[in-house]
């Protein structure tokens, strides 16, 4: 039972969490608030606080108001994921806020065995631990790693090229811990501790926004050679992905995306760039000329010999032995053997034939059925994306499309762009462009897309890149490795877009967090798992003395 002044005190730490999250709303992109993020967890902090001194269930309380706060913001930022699929949206937001709740219950446990600094430790290396894990099982969702939250405000987080976004979630907790550390105590505190922390708070701020001043400055001065430049095109076909992408006539698709391109191109244009599933229909990737709409881009192409496509496409491979079957693949239903559908990016010209990759970084639960074993009872809330349930095959690591001498591009399909550390393994193999294929239109006039556009500035940073963005419909771009927007399209528009990139920009030259991915979160785990055993240790200590 909770005193009368404990209970008291619930709606007021219900309202001070229910502006935390939408103060942590307010600085997310699509809006240019990012600051705002460098003091949203503060509030939080300060319920958490009042809490710890109310003696009755401290720890419950604290889980609880943690999960609204988190709550509130998830859904302030990604309730989109409604237009898709409206019982889906409702597990992943109330599992997503679930999650991130679990670090916070590791910081409640160890301030009991050790003081509030060792407990921050633990707060941020078992969060960026978190955010670490989200980006690499199969239940993987970074769309609200923290740091993805300076694309609202890129000329912030131009550092990005040796942290990646880990680096901006570190940031925003050292910001927000010091500041309520600076206004908890102040009108206790004597004048001389409160400037101290004052400017200790104020230094945290600082020093990465001008490192980015910094970092800005010396790329500014750098002269592109007019020599190297390569005329590239993007098209946004605008087909509606709910209504006509998978319900009518592929070719006619194909040749509305042909008469865009003959509108784009010219006999200074190396390379064009399909969105999505572009063409929608199964290839079958062994027997690719049989397919009416492949042979109608081969056609296009022969009237540009000069010119590469990267587009996207649904296809498949078949097996007709056992031993050839992948951990995905499913059996036929009228033939012998099996087959495996891919989400793929093909280079295609008017010569040789086209070189495939296969979409790694998979949507779980519209494309990936994570652990079957324990989630298939999910299987009516997935996403049905033109396709069937259950999960599409996939290759274990990126691969690359030479179109010219100069110029290698990332074949980087929708999700995969959310994945710093991911798209760096392109830069590792040589890509010296990324290219983002993606079909923003399931999820409506939202922010949605306009989110999805902004993370694609933080990649263009970490990996010193230029980006050439085809989307279905949503919005298709070009990105400068500053993460400028230098051109774009409008939603849902059909247009082209055409630009003149410098693919050799920095080319002897590898970002460090793209040698090292995302190596803070290792570093995360590591000390998290250094403190988990010093807090065990703590546990059987008195036991061993009895």
């Known amino acids: 039972m909770l005193s009368s002044s404990e209970a008291k005190n619930n709606p007021l730490y219900f309202l001070i969490c229910l502006i935390g999250g939408v103060v942590m709303w307010l600085g997310w992109p699509p809006l240019h608030f990012s600051f705002l993020l460098l003091i949203g967890f503060t509030p939080w902090l300060w319920v958490l606080h009042k809490i710890s001194f109310e003696g009755r269930n401290v720890i419950r309380k604290s889980i609880f108001f943690t999960f609204l706060f988190f709550l509130v913001w998830n859904i302030l930022t990604t309730w989109w994921m409604a237009y898709a699929t ?101 009108t206790k505190e004597v004048k001389k501790k409160t400037y101290f922390k004052l400017s200790l708070w104020m230094i945290s701020v600082l020093i990465p926004i001008l490192i980015s001043v910094i970092i800005n400055l010396k790329y500014s001065t750098i002269t592109l050679d007019k020599k190297s430049e390569e005329n590239i095109v993007v098209i946004q076909p605008n087909i509606d992905p709910y209504n006509e992408k998978f319900n009518s006539d592929v070719l006619l698709q194909v040749e509305k995306m042909i008469r865009l391109s003959n509108q784009a191109v010219d006999k200074n244009t190396v390379l064009l760039i399909w969105p999505e599933t572009a063409i929608s229909e199964n290839l079958d990737e062994k027997n690719l000329s049989q397919h009416p709409s492949y042979l109608a881009v081969k056609d296009f192409l022969r009237f540009h010999p000069k010119l590469k496509l990267i587009a996207g496409l649904n296809s498949f491979l078949s097996y007709q032995k056992e031993s050839e079957k992948t951990a995905t693949a499913r059996p036929w239903k009228s033939n012998p053997g099996w087959f495996d559908v891919f989400n793929s990016a093909m280079l295609a010209d008017s010569g040789n034939p086209a070189q495939i990759y296969h979409k790694s970084k998979l949507v779980p639960g519209a494309e990936l059925m994570p652990y079957p074993a324990f989630f298939r009872f999910l299987e009516p809330l997935a996403l049905q994306l033109g396709g069937s349930y259950g999960s599409l095959g996939r290759q274990d690591s990126p691969s690359v499309f030479r179109v010219n001498k100069n110029l290698i591009a990332a074949p980087v399909i929708c999700y995969e762009s959310i994945y710093g550390g991911y798209v760096g393994k392109y830069i590792q193999k040589g890509a010296n462009i990324i290219t983002i294929i993606t079909n923003d239109g399931w999820w409506n006039n939202t922010d949605g897309y306009k989110q999805h556009l902004a993370y694609g500035c933080l990649r263009a940073i970490e990996s010193r890149k230029f980006i050439a963005r085809s989307a279905n419909t949503g919005i298709s771009c070009f990105i400068s490795p500053e993460g400028k927007i230098l051109s774009k399209t409008n939603w849902w528009e059909e247009a082209y877009l055409k630009e003149n990139i410098h693919p050799l920009w920095m080319q002897s030259e590898i970002t460090f967090y793209n040698k090292h991915g995302d190596y803070l979160g290792k570093i995360a785990a590591i000390i998290l798992g250094l403190l988990m055993i010093m807090v065990l240790y703590k546990l059987i200590s008195p036991a061993k003395k009895n």
């Open 86 to 186: 409206g019982g889906g949206a409702a597990f992943a937001l109330s599992a997503n806020a679930l999650l991130m709740t679990l670090p916070v219950f590791l910081y409640l446990k160890t301030k009991k065995y050790f003081n509030k600094w060792v407990g921050y430790v633990v707060l941020i290396s078992a969060f960026t631990s978190f955010e670490y894990l989200h980006l690499n099982w199969d239940l993987s969702w970074p769309w609200l790693t923290l740091g993805n939250g300076f694309a609202g405000l890129p000329f912030m987080a131009q550092w990005y090229e040796y942290t990646g976004a880990l680096g901006g979630s570190v940031w925003i907790w050292i910001s927000n811990i010091l500041l309520f550390e600076l206004i908890s105590n102040v």
